[in-house]
């Protein structure tokens, strides 16, 4: 469950990439002023004196090796997009890194993953339309294709695997800009699942209703946040609750958040903020 949130923002990540307004590295990460590197580090947690303080995850096993989603650093240009983001394992050693490149105009149009390299082309009003991921040997592995609108949101999003049609998804959009429903179909145009999401007024996403062909019972997510913008409830209904506690710096960025599964602390993550002057 700890990994949950991690996970949720990854696809809210992903889900904001699909309107293709473009917003900015700190604006899709809630970062306040002109971050230039966050370094992320996760800890377990132990009570001591009644008080919780942190304690390395490494424990000496195998799980020490494990890539740790919370265990990271991220590099900005001075426009707020990322440059570079590398992944540690769970004992803080080098996992994998993925470096971003732009075009003198500010277009993002190659990223390198391990050896793989993904380009991504725009259409004449400077939306993106296509993004493709080849292998080191220049082969296809995947490629996904967008149909947007005048205001470049995206309609729909045909997925690849080297050239064969997978999935097919659509989205419907708010007054705002943001997704409201996305429905994914398999390439035979079934059914695989939808996803409808409600927003507070400031259209941060607090209830995500998740349905699917195999599972008839839908899966339900409910988030809170506070006067930051940051997480501060996460629940699937029926499941564990989680909450978070932040302290933060003089720029309004949290650099500790600790975690808290059914009020009892689970995890502590500190990040250390450098910004460009």
């Not at 377990?44 to 303080?53: G, L, W």
């Not at 994914?184 to 145009?189: D, F, H, L, V, Y």
Request: proline share 5%; with cysteine.
């Amino acid at each position: 469950m700890k990994h949950l949130i991690t996970s949720i923002l990854l696809l809210a990540a992903t889900t904001l990439s699909a309107q293709n307004n473009t917003p900015t590295d700190w604006q899709l990460a809630n970062l306040k002023g002109k971050v230039k590197t966050i370094r992320t580090i996760p800890y377990s947690v132990q009570i001591k004196e009644d008080k919780v303080v942190k304690a390395p995850i490494a424990n000496g096993s195998e799980f020490d090796k494990m890539p740790n989603l919370n265990n990271y650093q991220k590099d900005f240009n001075p426009q707020g997009y990322l440059t570079q983001e590398i992944l540690y394992q769970n004992d803080d050693k080098f996992y994998n890194r993925t470096e971003y490149y732009y075009t003198p105009n500010g277009k993002l149009f190659e990223t390198r993953y391990n050896s793989d390299k993904t380009y991504y082309a725009y259409n004449p009003d400077g939306y993106l339309v296509k993004v493709a991921t080849y292998s080191p040997g220049g082969f296809l592995k995947y490629h996904h294709t967008n149909e947007v609108n005048p205001e470049g949101k995206v309609l729909k999003r045909e997925i690849y695997q080297s050239n064969q049609l997978i999935n097919i998804i659509t989205y419907t959009y708010n007054k705002k800009g943001n997704p409201t429903q996305i429905r994914t179909e398999n390439s035979s145009g079934e059914l695989v699942s939808t996803e409808e999401t409600k927003y507070n007024k400031h259209q941060r996403p607090v209830r995500i209703k998740i349905s699917d062909e195999k599972n008839k019972s839908p899966y339900v997510i409910t988030q809170k946040y506070n006067a930051q913008g940051d997480c501060i409830w996460f629940q699937v209904v029926g499941k564990q609750l989680s909450t978070y506690q932040y302290i933060y710096d003089d720029q309004g960025n949290w650099i500790s958040m600790t975690t808290f599964v059914d009020g009892k602390p689970e995890q502590i993550i500190e990040r250390t903020l450098q910004y460009y002057e």
